[in-house]
């Protein structure tokens, strides 16, 4: 299960803060004893168990990652190794010792001296985890202070070396900035040094990349790495990528519904796992360096398009159905106008796939906005089916990265997903006229129901709240809501990039489904390759708002032209402990001293 975001407070108990060297419970730490050691633990959240009798060790020094899906009770564990549950209402039983102190009859004064002095966590989103109204430097100062009693001098110089150690540029300057002046890289780097502001035994990294690009994912594995090297702290990561896994620790133990289903060396694991789920779970993974399997002849001549169009609105198979002409998106004022898109040229086709790879700031989601109808070009046009279009249009739809956000909490799904009927004419009657108010009421709630089945879900769902959904199912809905406006094209914009690899591969599956059934053009924006290669006919690289590499699937990944994209293809975690090893080796010696 995962946790909400903590606030600085928690932060401030939750990494590291006493002065290195002191000792949570020097009385019952031993130098033969493990890091971590959990028996038989437990964790109930009223009726649901999240862990169900889990036990591992971690030695000092080493690296241990929790794999699984959303939902397998990683994070839950985290949170119990520093008694992060207490207080909450949450039931846990069984043996947790961290450095020595068992953390289940740990007072309140010890679990503070324990999770400043001797463990500290790295949270998923540093967005939500760092105060927005102060600086980084002052909330990695006061953090410091708080556990060290350190002058206000002291701490600020601590705070910029610390930046410095993590690989911030300029730290001294940086430090002055606050969080949404950072990059996502950047903010996840300056939480990793609030965490080792006092150098800790134990870091836990709680999906410590799972939004960040492959390029700057790799530089945050690395730099862990780097630090465990450097100072002997034990890693526990929680991820439920398994190639982030085997970049960075020496065993993986695979989580599901609570329990261990397979602990061991991570070459052993990945390489020859035993147990059949560990076998599912890794033919999930998307492979960069694997082809996309051939697929099913696309829809003849003269099918219906999608939502099944009349003979007037017929396309052939290879009709351009979405394209762009020199579209340039320029943002901010004066000098510091600055082009998000520059002059960007595409087309896809009936029934083809266009993916859209690169770095977080490459232009990607802007580009998608415009294709949509969202942002107006500051140059250029987009076509829907050879015709120049200026704002949305009901034949092309997004399906959004973040499907929380997207919906309305206060609505249920069904009337999210019923909006675009409505707007497309299934309108309400005017007041008085009941009866044909009934009817069209019946229409529209009869075909969500039949959209909401057809993406996998069950058509009595229309009355549930999205906060009664998974991840998965929450994205099966936003898809839902673009197949009500029967378009010819949907804008995908990291539709995948949160679910783990399982749930990733379900609704991959379905929009290729959907695609052949529909003869629909898709646009995927993703910064996952891997995936992108597993769904794309065509591949645009993007690099500071223009496309640097552009053709067919295969030939962008197996014939690189431009550096970057060798590059970003360097950068995708590897399964193979060895061949991540070998990576990881030539990016340290390809980076400047």
């Known amino acids: 299960m995962s946790d909400s975001s903590p606030t600085l407070s928690t932060l401030r108990q939750a990494v590291p803060g006493a002065s290195p060297g002191t000792s949570a419970d020097s009385s019952t730490a031993g130098s033969a004893a493990p890091l971590v050691e959990v028996n038989d633990l437990v964790v109930d959240f009223g009726g649901l168990r999240a862990v169900d009798g889990l036990s591992f060790r971690l030695e000092k020094g080493a690296a241990l990652g929790l794999v699984g899906e959303s939902g397998s009770g990683k994070s839950t564990v985290a949170s119990a190794l520093l008694a992060l549950h207490r207080g ?21 004064d010890e679990l503070r001296r324990l999770r400043g002095g001797k463990a500290a966590m790295v949270f998923q989103d540093p967005l939500s985890s760092l105060d927005p109204y102060y600086a980084v430097g002052d909330q ?11 002058s206000r ?13 993590v690989g911030i540029p300029d730290a001294a300057r940086r430090s002055r900035s606050r969080p949404h002046e950072f990059s996502g890289g950047m903010r996840q780097r300056a939480l990793i040094a609030m965490a080792l502001a006092c150098e800790p035994e134990l870091l836990i990294a709680d999906e410590p990349t799972t939004a960040l690009d492959v390029t700057v994912q790799a530089q945050i594995l690395d730099l862990l790495h780097t630090l465990r090297q450097e100072t002997g702290t034990g890693l526990l990561l929680v991820t439920h990528d398994v190639g982030v896994a085997a970049e960075s620790v020496d065993e993986i133990l695979v989580m599901r519904h609570g329990r261990a289903v397979e602990h061991g060396p991570v070459g052993a694991v990945l390489g020859a796992p035993r147990e059949p789920y560990t076998r599912e779970l890794l033919g999930a993974v998307p492979r960069v360096d694997t082809p996309r399997a051939p697929r099913p002849a696309r829809l003849e001549d003269g099918a219906a398009p999608a939502g099944g169009a009349g003979p007037d ?74 015709r120049v279009q200026s704002g949305v249009r009901p034949s092309v739809q997004m399906v959004f990265q973040d499907p929380v956000s997207s919906l309305n909490p206060r609505r249920s799904v069904g009337e999210s997903i019923a909006d675009p009927l409505r707007a497309r004419g299934m309108r309400v009657p005017p007041l008085g006229r009941s009866r044909e108010w009934g009817r069209d009421e019946g229409r529209i709630r009869g075909r969500v129901q039949e959209l909401l089945e057809r993406v996998g879900l069950e058509g009595a769902h229309y009355d549930r709240y999205p906060h009664e959904f998974s991840g998965g199912q929450r994205q099966r809905v936003g898809i839902a809501r673009a197949l009500a406006a029967e378009p010819h094209a949907i804008v995908c914009d990291e539709p995948v990039s949160a679910l783990d690899v399982t749930t990733q591969a379900q609704v991959v599956a379905l929009l290729g489904e959907l695609q052949r059934e529909l003869g629909l053009a898709l646009v995927f924006v993703a910064h996952d390759l891997a995936v992108v290669r597993q769904v794309s006919d065509h591949v645009a690289v993007m690099r500071r708002g223009r ?16 550096p970057y994209t060798r590059q970003l293809l360097a950068a995708v975690p590897a399964l193979d402990p060895e061949i991540a090893a070998r990576r990881r080796a030539r990016r340290e010696e390809a980076s400047p001293a």
């Open 88 to 108: 909450t209402g949450a039931h846990v039983d069984g043996t947790v010792r961290v450095a020595g102190v068992d953390v289940q009859r740990a007072s309140d």
């Open 140 to 150: 990695i100062a006061e953090v410091y202070r708080v556990h060290t009693k350190a």
């Open 153 to 165: 001098r002291a701490a600020r110089a601590r705070a910029v070396r610390t930046l410095d150690r």
């Open 313 to 386: 609105d017929v396309l052939r198979p290879d009709d351009v159905v979405l394209e762009a002409a020199g579209l340039r998106r320029e943002f901010g004022r004066g000098k510091r106008r600055f082009a998000a898109v520059d002059d960007v040229s595409l087309s896809v086709r009936r029934g083809e796939t266009l993916g859209i790879v690169g770095e977080s700031g490459s232009g990607k989601t802007t580009l998608g906005r415009m294709l949509v109808g969202l942002l107006e070009p500051t140059a250029g046009v987009v076509r829907h089916e050879g």
């Open 547 to 562: 496309i640097v590499e552009y053709g067919p699937a295969d030939e962008v990944y197996e014939s690189p032209r431009d």
